[in-house]
């Protein structure tokens, strides 16, 4: 009796993983300026995903995304690089987001996180590289999408994380926003995509 109560329990086991969505399965990325292609090959792999990539994509990025599920974690890097997917006979094809998609609503910056932050002093700092050190030292999710070749000058006392993160987009002219919990962060979107987050403020 005992064999075979051992062997129903072991298919038991086998089909409940079997049935386990690996899209909801929790992984942590963390990457220092590599190509979005192999941010995507590594949070595929880890999942055991089917994917495909269209022809033309590109860009890099820098991320910190703690323990999240895997769709989560690949939403907030796509989204970096104006990318989305689809789903079709199980297998992901990551596409350009489309030019008619409708751009994503502005962010309202009082309505940003009230975190407080560091002080913050830099002095003609490549943005990507103080993102990185600002948003590291907070702890916070956080996805640096395409270039942001700009370099910034700031000093500020401690003051809300948001409002130090807005004014390092606003230098960069790049874009930000704040999705599910994480910090995402693009250069300027390429021609004919539709741009999200806050956008450039006049000097």
């Known amino acids: 009796m005992r064999p075979f109560l051992a062997l129903l329990l072991a298919c038991l086991s086998a089909i409940g993983i079997a049935q386990k969505d690996p899209a909801e399965e929790r992984i942590t990325c963390d990457y220092h300026d590599v190509t979005i292609l192999q941010a995507i090959k590594d949070v595929f792999g880890r999942v055991g995903i089917s994917y495909s990539v269209q022809e033309g994509i590109g860009g890099r990025v820098t991320a910190h995304l703690p323990k999240m599920t895997f769709d989560r974690a690949l939403q907030a890097l796509l ?4 990318l989305t997917y689809r789903c079709e006979g199980g297998v992901y094809q990551i596409v350009k987001r489309e030019a008619q998609d409708p751009p994503e609503p502005p962010l ?4 940003l996180p009230k975190d407080k932050g560091l002080a913050v002093k830099a002095v003609n700092e490549n943005a990507i590289d103080l993102l990185d050190r600002v948003l590291r030292k907070s702890g916070k999710p956080y996805v640096i999408g395409l270039a ?5 000058s700031l000093d500020v006392s401690a003051q809300p994380l948001a409002k130090t993160l807005v004014e390092i987009g606003r230098q960069s002219h790049g874009t930000v926003s704040f999705e599910d919990g994480v910090w995402i962060f693009s250069g300027p979107p390429p021609p004919d995509e539709p741009s999200f987050g806050i956008p450039p403020q006049p000097e």
């Open 148 to 152: 942001l070749p700009a370099s910034v």
């Open 79 to 82: 989204r970096s690089c104006y």
């Open 108 to 111: 309202d910056p009082p309505g």
